[in-house]
């Protein structure tokens, strides 16, 4: 069964503690943080996303799916390891070298928080594989990083067949995650690509019962 990570990207604030509440009662797995310095993408939301991961800590036990769409990638592991979240991802193309991405890999780790890479539609999967041994997951962008409401890109689905074939023959124990325009519509999908969590931001938040849509995302199979 597919785990749901929903983007709470589009709650609006005068509504976030009722919808925080209302997708832990409808058992999402994990509350997807949407970190962006209008930088990396074009998009800022690093005052909104700090704000509801605070309230996410002091109302939920739900655990936190931070993805950091940064330039300035140890502030924000910094900045987030506080909320003790289960995972932090940060992305493979901010990263000037090798180097760089090893050194994030092992700041998140030493902190004692699982470690996710994620890689833009454009990026070439082959290019992250010698880090897989040494993550706990990889995210698939499906749409262009920094804006909610996208269309899944379907050639994107194809890199996660990859991924699940390359990661299935070298034995590596690894998540795949998927992110952009996943909804009831596109979810069977992700899902017979290989993803094991899919974030879902619009396909949940807008709408009318929560505890439906979820139970309906992960029944697909």
Request: proline share 3%; with cysteine; glycine share 4%.
């Amino acid at each position: 069964m597919v785990e749901i990570s929903t983007s709470i990207l589009s709650v609006k604030k005068e509504e976030s503690i009722k919808k925080f509440y209302d997708l832990e009662l409808a058992h999402t797995d994990y509350y997807h943080i949407d970190v962006m310095d209008g930088k990396f993408v074009e998009n800022n939301t690093e005052e909104m996303m700090n704000e509801y991961s605070t309230q996410i800590k002091q109302i939920s036990n739900i655990p936190l799916d931070v993805h950091l769409m940064v330039k300035d990638i140890k502030s924000y592991i910094e900045e987030y390891v506080p909320f003790l979240p289960n995972i932090i991802t940060f992305h493979y193309e901010a990263c000037e070298n090798k180097e760089e991405v090893f050194k994030y890999i092992n700041m998140i780790k030493n902190e004692r928080i699982k470690v996710g890479l994620s890689i833009k539609p454009d990026t070439k999967v082959e290019d992250i594989y010698e880090f897989l041994p040494f993550i706990h997951m990889v995210l698939i962008m499906t749409v262009e990083p920094g804006k909610g409401g996208q269309a899944l890109i379907p050639e994107t689905l194809e890199k996660v067949k990859k991924l699940k074939q390359y990661i299935n023959e070298n034995d590596i124990e690894i998540d795949i995650e998927a992110d952009g325009g996943i909804n009831k519509e596109t979810i069977k999908d992700v899902v017979d690509a290989g993803v094991d969590i899919a974030v879902v931001g619009n396909g949940i938040i807008k709408t009318e019962d929560y505890i439906k849509t979820i139970k309906e995302l992960k029944e697909i199979n």
